[in-house]
């Protein structure tokens, strides 16, 4: 798949330098003192549990961040079916190099195919709704990049990726400020005279702030944690004047009931904070 706008490679060429310099700082000292410099070997990636494959692109950009002149020989895409035992690719060069970026490659990928899997998993059933599955900020710090680039493989939608990118008034900042009324009044002057392009997304707490949101016209409505019932009540009165999400300690089994409603968007912190890693090693062709 293409990579995400927001995975640049500036992006990706810093979150690669910090994670090494986290993990090497001096030297890789086991392997300096045991592996000759001149070694060349070659190691597969080996997929050990079924899963949706992610991070695939990213092990190929840390190795050759690390040493340009590893050769990397891929057999399994991001966001393929990978079974038990699979390779996914080949790796062949300095063994020195292959040892030293071998734990960040490992950790990225278990990390991104658990939430690709998971994604995948609960996309799969919102197949026949009109409905998408997003992810949230409910993430890793300074891992942000990985986790929604694996949501996205997975089969699911990122939402805003950061504070930055879209104005998004939760119950704290309508609480601190007053009403809905105000703050979106407020919202609209402040992009209007910043001149930037950014929608503008209130959560709702019940059918009168519903209603005072639509007033407001905003670009999104966030329904939260509203039962079904009560989120058919704020669909009919949305009425298509604007986008609509629900959101708010969404289980798996409750997702095709939601989308029944009609709701535009379905948010899912679970997707990013609540995945399981998926078991992969790196393992050397002797």
């Known amino acids: 798949m293409k990579r995400p706008s927001y995975a640049t490679d500036k992006v990706l060429k810093q979150f690669i330098k910090n994670a090494l310099e986290e993990d090497i700082q001096d030297g890789d000292h086991s392997t300096l003192s045991t592996i000759p410099k001149d070694l060349q070997q070659s190691a597969k990636l080996l997929v050990k549990e079924n899963c949706i494959l992610a991070g695939v692109e990213l092990a190929e950009i840390i190795f050759k961040t690390f040493d340009k002149n590893l050769v990397v020989e891929n057999y399994i895409k991001d966001g393929e079916v990978a079974k038990a035992g699979d390779i996914a690719f080949i790796v062949t060069g300095s063994a020195r190099s292959i040892l030293s970026t071998e734990r960040l490659v490992l950790n990225c990928m278990q990390r991104m195919s658990g939430i690709a899997t998971l994604t995948h998993d609960w996309d799969s059933r919102l197949i026949g709704t009109k409905t998408k599955l997003l992810d949230t900020r409910k993430t890793t ?44 009044k407020m919202a609209k002057d402040y992009v209007k005279k910043s001149k930037k392009k950014l929608k503008i997304e209130v959560e709702t707490r019940n059918l009168e702030e519903v209603q005072e949101a639509i007033n407001a016209k905003v670009d999104r409505i966030m329904l939260d944690n509203m039962d079904v019932a009560t989120m058919k009540k704020a669909i009919k009165l949305i009425d298509g004047s604007c986008e609509s999400e629900a959101s708010g300690g969404i289980t798996r089994d ?26 992969l090693s790196l393992k050397a062709i002797m």
């Open 141 to 184: 710090p300074n891992f942000r990049v990985c986790e929604k680039w694996a949501v996205a493989i997975g089969g699911g939608t990122n939402h805003r990726y950061g504070l930055y990118d879209m104005i998004m008034l939760k119950d704290n900042h309508i609480d601190y400020n007053g009403s809905i009324t105000n703050a979106v």
């Open 254 to 279: 409750q997702l095709k009931d939601i989308a029944t409603t009609g709701v535009t968007f379905i948010s899912v912190g679970a997707l990013t904070h609540s995945a399981n890693n998926i078991d």
